[in-house]
């Protein structure tokens, strides 16, 4: 398996624009998540899906933030308008969940660097 | 909110050395992660733990529930293990906010 699969590695763009960062789970994952690194915040969790039905979002900071998972293989992260403080690394994990709870081993993707100047 | 502590925030050690990081949360929780962070920013998860031991090659993972403490300890540490080491509880319940939380990572360095 290729593993958790993420696209871009880079983005690059200017406030005020439309992000949209992407990811592929793990065949036969059920739960994906999503999570932010900064250097001040360090990994926080933003929203988790099981069964594509998110379970957890408290952790989108603001409406500017959505996710969505339309099925089991792929889901998107959409940050509009993006601002500078937006700018970080931007990980999707997959895992096998039995219940509703992340309580497997997650597999990472490589993440998505986002610069929002 | 789950606060969690990790220590030592950095470590160095020579190789060879037996390695322990600390992991200490306030909140009830349904288990606990350790993830490992390379140089590269790539995040591997190492033991996923609800209660006693788990251990992985030179790699183990202890947790007391009671105490709310968990341990990585690494044995016979190599150059290759250094990297940041993040514990995370998972929540009991969705309620009251609870969910994934992280430490803010351990830094280890392990010299040849």
Redesign the interface.
């Known amino acids: 398996d290729a593993g958790v699969i993420q696209s871009p590695r880079h983005e690059v763009t200017e406030m005020g624009q439309e992000v949209t960062l992407r990811c592929k789970p793990i065949s036969g994952h059920n739960s994906l998540?999503w999570y932010r690194q900064t250097m001040m915040r360090?990994?926080?969790?933003l929203i988790?899906f099981n069964n594509n039905v998110p379970?957890?979002d408290?952790?989108m900071p603001e409406d500017r933030f959505s996710a969505k998972m339309p099925n089991a293989s792929f889901s998107t992260l959409k940050i509009q308008p993006s601002e500078p403080r937006d700018s970080a690394?931007y990980?999707c994990?997959s895992s096998f969940e039995q219940g509703?709870?992340?309580?497997?081993?997650?597999?990472?993707g490589?993440?998505t660097r986002l610069s929002v100047l | 909110k789950n606060e969690v502590e990790q220590s030592p925030q950095n470590l160095t050690a020579q190789e060879g050395e037996f390695i322990t990081i600390n992991c200490s949360y306030s909140v009830g929780i349904?288990?606990l992660?350790w993830?490992q962070q390379h140089p590269g920013?790539?995040?591997?998860?190492l033991?996923?733990l609800?209660s006693g031991k788990k251990k992985h090659g030179r790699l183990i993972a202890t947790i007391n529930i009671q105490e709310k403490h968990s341990s990585l300890h690494i044995t016979a540490s190599h150059p290759r293990d250094s990297a940041v080491y993040?514990c995370?509880p998972?929540?009991r319940k969705?309620s009251s906010?609870d969910?994934?939380?992280?430490?803010?990572?351990t830094r280890l360095a392990v010299r040849p």
């Open positions: 998540f360090g990994l926080e969790l988790y379970i957890d408290s952790g690394v990980f994990a509703v709870w992340a309580k497997n081993i997650q597999y990472f490589a993440g | 349904s288990a992660h993830l920013g790539g995040i591997v998860s033991f996923m609800s993040i995370a998972v929540g969705k906010g969910k994934l939380t992280f430490g803010t990572g």
